[in-house]
């Protein structure tokens, strides 16, 4: 499948706030293609050169409902520097992923998300959890794995899980008070 900004499903189409549905296991090979095919645009679309040549736009996440396949399939990429300033890379191929828990605590970006189906911007706080815990089939590892997640890759989940919902990152900016502070919250 060529997956690149023009053939990206864009907000403008109702299909993008279709529900996905969960996939079967083991993989067909036809969602094992599409799996790899999500993870690969993500790995290039950083790349600048790769980005620039095949019209990727820059992404550390990207679901299968962006490429219009409603199936419970996310891939994502994010990068990380721990205390000690070491790199740490999540990478991830999610099959059937689900939120089991998240805290009370709320996070956000300060700079607010972004998404590829969304060609506008929209600024304003997205509210989301500061941690949560994610059981999901990974076919990196080829197992079932619990992510425990915080900060940016907890970020990152719950806006890729979003996507099976329909739902998008906008949809979290409160309307009437877009950078309303949140009590408590992690600012990230
Ligand atoms: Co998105």
Known sequence: M????DTIVKDSDPK???????????????DET???ELFQYVKDSTDPELAEANNLRPAVGISAIQVG????????????VDNEEKEITHEYMLVNPKIVSSSVQKAYL????????????HEGHVVRSARVTVKAFDLIQ??????????YLAIVLQ???DHFKGVLFYDHINPNNPFEEIEGALVI
């Open 110 to 121: 300060n700079s607010g998300e972004g998404c590829l189906s969304v060609q506008e911007e």
């Open 159 to 161: 806006h890729e899980l």
């Open 34 to 36: 599409l799996l790899r």
């Open 69 to 80: 396949v409603p199936k419970q399939l996310t891939a994502v990429i994010v990068h990380e």
């Open 2 to 5: 060529l997956i690149n900004n």
């Open 142 to 151: 080829n197992k079932e794995i619990t992510i425990r997640a915080r900060g």
């Open 16 to 30: 993008i706030r279709q529900k996905s549905k969960p996939v079967s296991l083991p993989l067909s090979k036809e």
